[in-house]
């Protein structure tokens, strides 16, 4: 209890972040002691614990220098304290009358005055070296992009160039306990040298002819490679870097269509965050540079996001543009009026159809078309609980939205009540949480919400740990687990390094470096079943469990689960596919015929209240599927709401795809008629016979 008190207190959340935290505070104040007394030798080890505390901090990523950032005790004046108090030490030892306590001031102004032109150099060479198309998998070797800095030089390079103060650090702390000033010199001179030659070591960097070619070049670059590779199909992207995800849902079923795809994105973040794909990718940050490219040979724009920068290509009137979504639900986001803008809108099933027609926002029967969900064929079909095993229930909330609608979420309102009745249901049932990676974004009370969660699952899982009815079960698997552990560390070590990863900072050497071998996908899809396989055996399978962060994938977490709780979200419209039992909140009280009325995947539900009465239903028929009275109702809705099993969906949506690109050739020559037409010169007129 005292220690998760303490990491909420310095905002961390690991236990080695913890004691990295405790050393540096504990080095600060060490050092304010020691300078004082004063205590050369126990100054010194004071001064190890702040450098190594700030380290290991720096290391893993600690969201507490953010914290120390706002602050205003961030890593420059961390640096800058650490050196007055290294000359309050030289001060309480009589030093300060003497040559060198005037030659360590200055050499820490000379140090601090040397690392402003290295931090412009550095944010200049960053500059210079972003090319204003970043790409995945497009060949730029005829575009010469000459290597950037090594990555030991521009790789934390602020944190770097600041400990180019050590020696001094050392060397002045050495001469007040040896009594010698030399050893001050000695490390002054060897500090400025060090800070001087990371200056030289990058300046040759910012030759001509180290640099990537200017922007008009590259630019025109780029339109010869569209004419020559003539892509027919994009999909486009513009969004948070926490929306991802809703453009690598999308990257396989590109890859698998029969056509010339290419994926546009207007976000560098979202780059850095791109799923493993052998499609070619470019990000386009300025809409100028994206409107003035040919994309003439473009016949179907893809869009799974409603958002303003859409635009851009929509613009674009040899291609016809479809609205593709991240998700098939309930929710106002399913029938936004925005989606007018486009062609045609591609729904899974009928059900899509029909909620635009209800809602009456402008959208034409005629311009839906039914395509299924490609990303689904990795949900599994329920087979039933295995032999001597207890139902997994999942409860996968959605996120808050931007409005207090509260039916937006359980989360607030029942989240508690849901997860409180499953870990106390007399028919025991190992519960998942994985809330949506939105969640606490916008409303505080549902990230409090969501803490409180946790804290709940935290000490039901340590109070079924210590309980003697599971220690059978984990003493048989408990080799297993260690070795589940040690294949999971194993592969986080081998997934640890990259050379794509190791020049993320030169933007131009990533785009020419980053072509992905036909067997990459492949090979990362092995790697990702094997670690979700490691994953869900390393705890047992009686373990509640707290999911958050990026894997396993929520598609996973589906097929470990025999049932589900969610909201009016793509969630349960994906889960219908796995035909297992799911309830759904009905936060809004709207009473179980209106909430069916308004909501067409909850037909087939369970329906909770913000009590989450009920949820004995949905674990009874997860312990017993084969009597569930809400069996067949749900295979009827599967094929509503998502469409027949056959064609496939990727056959649907491919046919989709040449479909629109044929009307769009179609409509493109009708033009070109129309337009050779209109610059014909006019036939002469006839000349009317003379009477005479």
């Known amino acids: 209890m005292t220690g998760g008190l303490l990491r909420r207190l310095v905002g961390v959340a690991a236990g080695r972040d913890l004691a990295a935290a ?10 304010l002691v020691t300078a004082l007394l004063p205590a050369t030798g126990a100054f010194a080890v004071a001064a190890v614990l702040s450098y190594a505390g700030d380290h290991l901090l720096h290391r893993r990523g600690s969201y507490l220098l953010v914290r120390l950032g706002k602050a205003r005790v961030g890593l420059t004046v961390r640096f800058l304290v650490r050196q007055l108090l290294l000359v309050l030490l030289l001060a309480r030892t009589d030093w300060a009358g003497e040559t060198v306590f005037y030659t360590a001031v200055v050499g820490f102004l000379v140090c ?15 500059r210079k070296r972003r090319l204003p198309v970043a790409t995945r998998n497009i060949d730029l070797s005829t575009l010469p992009v000459p290597d950037g800095p090594p990555r030991w030089l521009t790789h934390r390079s602020v944190e770097k160039v600041l400990h180019t103060e050590v020696p001094m650090f050392a060397g002045l702390v050495l001469a007040v306990a040896a009594d010698s000033a030399a050893f001050g010199y000695a490390g002054t001179a060897v500090s400025l040298a060090l800070v001087l030659g990371y200056l030289l070591a990058l300046l040759p960097f910012l030759r001509a002819k180290r640099l990537p070619p200017p922007k008009e070049r590259t630019l025109e670059w780029f339109d010869g490679w569209l004419r020559t590779h003539r892509p027919d199909v994009a999909l486009y992207f513009s969004g948070s870097k926490d929306s991802a995800y809703q453009v690598n849902m999308w990257l396989d079923t590109m890859a698998a269509l029969d056509a010339r795809p290419l994926v546009i994105l207007r976000e560098r973040a979202i780059l850095t965050r791109l799923a493993t794909t052998t499609v070619p990718v470019m990000c386009v940050p300025s809409a100028v540079d994206l409107m003035n490219m040919d994309l003439s040979t473009l016949r179907v724009g893809l869009y ?9 290509l929509l613009r674009v009137p040899t291609m016809k543009h479809v609205f593709i979504g991240h998700g098939d639900s309930d929710k106002i986001a399913s029938i936004n009026p925005y989606a007018k803008a486009y062609d045609e809108v591609w729904t899974a099933g009928r059900a899509g159809r029909d909620r635009y027609a209800l809602a009456d926002v402008g959208v034409r029967d005629e311009d839906i078309v039914e395509v299924g969900r490609p990303q689904l064929a990795p949900i599994r079909t329920g087979t039933g ?3 001597g095993r207890i139902p997994t229930v999942l409860y996968a909330p959605t996120w808050e939205g931007w409005t207090d609608d509260p039916g937006n979420t359980s989360l607030m309102l029942a989240g508690e009540n849901i997860v409180r009745r499953l870990l106390t249901s007399e028919r025991p049932v190992r519960v998942l949480y994985k809330p949506h990676p939105f969640t606490g974004s916008r409303s505080p009370e549902a990230g409090a919400a969501h803490r409180r969660i946790v804290a709940m699952m935290e000490a039901a899982a340590a109070e079924r740990a210590a309980d003697p009815r599971w220690a059978r079960a984990a003493e048989e698997t408990a080799a297993d687990r260690e070795r589940a552990l ?6 986080a070590e081998a997934g640890s390094s990259g050379a794509v990863l190791a020049a993320a900072w030169d933007d131009a050497s990533v785009s020419r470096d980053a072509l992905t071998p036909p067997d990459r996908a492949p090979a990362e899809e092995r ?16 373990e509640h469990r707290v999911i958050t962060g990026p894997e396993p994938l929520l598609f996973d977490c589906f097929n470990e689960s025999d049932a589900l709780v969610s909201d009016i979200s793509s969630v349960v419209s994906d889960f219908i596919a796995s035909g297992k039992p799911y309830a759904v909140t009905d936060s809004a009280g709207l009473g179980a015929e209106e909430f069916k009325r308004q909501n067409t995947a909850v037909r087939a539900a369970v329906i909770l209240d913000n009590d989450a009465a009920g949820l004995d239903r949905l674990v009874a028929a997860a312990h017993a599927p084969d ?3 809400l069996a067949t109702a749900r295979a009827e809705l599967k094929h509503y709401l998502l469409g027949p099993d056959r064609p496939t969906s990727l056959e649907r949506f491919d046919a989709a795809t040449r479909a629109l690109a044929a009307r769009a050739e179609a409509r493109n020559a009708a033009q070109n008629v129309t337009e050779q037409a ?10 009317p016979a003379q009477e005479g």
């Open 22 to 31: 405790l050393a540096l505070f504990a080095g600060y104040a060490g050092m």
């Open 112 to 126: 601090y005055a040397l690392q402003a032109p290295h931090t412009a150099l550095i944010m200049t060479l960053r």
């Open 304 to 312: 799974p996001a409603n958002v303003g920068k859409n635009l851009h």
């Open 385 to 387: 609980v295995p032999a």
């Open 486 to 491: 040690e294949r999971l560390r194993a592969l």
């Open 527 to 542: 790697r990702r079943a094997e670690w979700n396989d490691a994953y869900w055996r390393s705890k047992g399978w009686w």
């Open 627 to 629: 009597t569930d009275p």
């Open 678 to 687: 209109a610059a014909s010169p006019a036939p002469p007129r006839p000349v």
